[in-house]
């Protein structure tokens, strides 16, 4: 990894780099895993949230330096509480530290997608149906209103390269969600 990806180095005890996310204020239901930088899903309500899991439909980043003191762990390396309200980053073309998942090696440019515990997995290349089904009729069609692709969606660019095959690493990246 070369020392200046584009943006300087990492920021200390913050996750925005760069750009202007939305940001929401939500609660924190389940706090399992709930550190700043991973990405969360709706919990019960739309008005709490809990950590992504593999493939899962990601609503933002878990916000730090944006989500008021009270509420705030002491570093972005602490996980959040129960019924914390915290900070939701989201849009596009901001630059976010997330968390790539132990056992990637990824370089900048690389499509991420979500992987378990609200952390982040390259993007593999969907593979093309295969076998001899005939198409009868147009409602056997797919439809861009249909489910998430098996593997979940691309949210995210590398915007550095990172080897996390021995353990989870902190990466900068583009946020696309």
């Known amino acids: 990894m070369s020392a200046d990806a584009g943006y ?3 920021p200390t005890n913050a996750i925005l780099v760069a750009g202007q996310p939305l940001v929401q204020i939500l609660k924190v239901k389940t706090a399992t895993n709930c550190y700043p930088g991973r990405l969360v899903i709706r919990d019960t309500t ?3 949230i809990q950590v992504c899991g593999a493939g ?3 609503i933002g980043w878990l916000g730090y330096e944006q ?5 705030r762990p002491a570093t972005v390396d602490t996980v959040y509480v129960t019924e914390a309200h915290v900070a939701v980053l989201a849009g596009s073309n901001f630059v976010v530290v997330a968390s790539l998942a132990s056992g990637q090696n ?3 440019g690389a499509r991420l997608m979500a992987a378990a515990n609200g952390e982040l997995t390259a993007a593999t290349a969907a593979a093309p ?3 001899t ?3 009868t009729s147009t409602s056997a069609q797919p439809t861009m209103a249909g489910p998430l692709p098996t593997g979940g969606i691309v949210v995210a660019i590398a915007e550095e390269s990172m080897d996390a095959s021995a353990a989870a690493k902190d990466i900068m990246v583009r ?3």
């Open 106 to 108: 990824v370089t900048k």
């Open 46 to 48: 739309d008005g709490q």
């Open 133 to 135: 089904t005939t198409v």
């Open 56 to 58: 899962g439909a990601a």
């Open 175 to 177: 946020s696309l969600i």
């Open 129 to 131: 149906p295969s076998g």
């Open 8 to 10: 300087g180095s990492k």
């Open 67 to 71: 989500t008021i003191k009270k509420y």
